[in-house]
């Protein structure tokens, strides 16, 4: 047995394929119950799961050393949920692989969505990403919760597809208070201001010279470009990247210098 060890201390969500609103510890996977255990049917964004490499296909046959096999959905369930932060060891059949993964369980929050929020939101549309359906779900979350993922009857909405505002649900983890991004831009001092966005470019003004970082954040929290700019002076100054293959939809662009940041929601057509 191949061996791979993951300690994270977020919370992932381990369900059916329809979700209520609910909170609770778990580890990141979408699931439904098979004769040798769960089959993982997606693995949420920016999870334990997701980060220690558990892939959708991929087979649950034992939680903490004990068999799941015979389980129905609501056991599995039980199981694979628990104490926040308390580690859990998974065996994972892969093809002709038998893997053993440790994961640190924390508290994630699955919400129901009011399809109206994401309709006046964008006005009359009939369809909307994944991106776009995040950052309506963003303006909800609770205090010191991070979102994940959006889910529509129980998946993952992926990236290349547009659905009805119908059905749709939040997955958010609980993250510390000092690690919260929004906090964070709260308490910190402001590094620029924003003067233009584009697949090739990001144009800012700084407000004091010294080293920019400036970073290109996806509608699920995922970083998809990093600049460093060194030795900036203050005023206009520009990065480039290459943003050919990313996703229509909304971003984030964080400015950092100095110990200051900057957050600019902007979109991409």
């Known amino acids: 047995m191949r061996k791979l060890v993951f300690i994270a201390s977020f919370a992932a969500v381990a369900s059916t394929l329809a979700v209520a609103s609910e909170t609770f510890g778990g580890i990141g996977v979408t699931i439904y119950a098979v004769r040798d255990g769960v089959r ?36 599995s369930k039980d199981v694979l949920r628990g104490t926040v932060d308390k580690p859990v060891e998974l065996s994972v059949v892969r093809e002709k692989d038998t893997l053993s993964v440790t994961l640190r369980r924390a508290r994630i929050a699955v919400n129901d969505m009011d399809s109206s929020s994401v309709e006046n939101w964008y006005g009359d549309r009939s369809e909307y990403s994944s991106a776009e359906i995040a950052e309506v779900a963003r303006k909800t979350l609770s205090k010191n919760y991070e979102l994940l993922s959006v889910m529509q009857d129980g998946r993952v909405i992926p990236d290349s597809v547009t659905v009805r505002a119908k059905s749709l649900s939040s997955v958010s983890v609980e993250t510390a208070e000092d690690e919260s991004p929004t906090i964070k831009s709260k308490t910190s001092r402001a590094a620029a201001t924003l003067e233009s966005f584009s697949r090739t ?24 470009a990093r600049m460093v700019k060194e030795n900036s002076l203050a005023g206009s100054q520009s990065v480039e990247w290459n943003g050919s293959r990313a996703s229509v939809g909304r971003y984030m662009v964080h400015i950092e210098q100095n110990g200051a940041a900057s957050a600019f929601p902007v979109e991409l057509r």
Not at 60 to 67: E, H, K, L, P, Q
Not at 207 to 224: D, F, Q
């Open 40 to 75: 993982v049917v997606d693995v949420i964004p920016g999870s334990p799961a997701a980060k220690a490499g558990l892939e959708a296909d991929d087979y649950i046959i034992a939680v903490d050393g004990s068999s799941i096999a015979g389980n129905d959905i609501e056991a």
């Open 201 to 224: 470019k990001v144009g800012f003004r700084l407000l004091k010279e010294g080293t920019a970082t400036v970073r290109i954040v996806s509608a699920n929290g995922e970083m998809v």
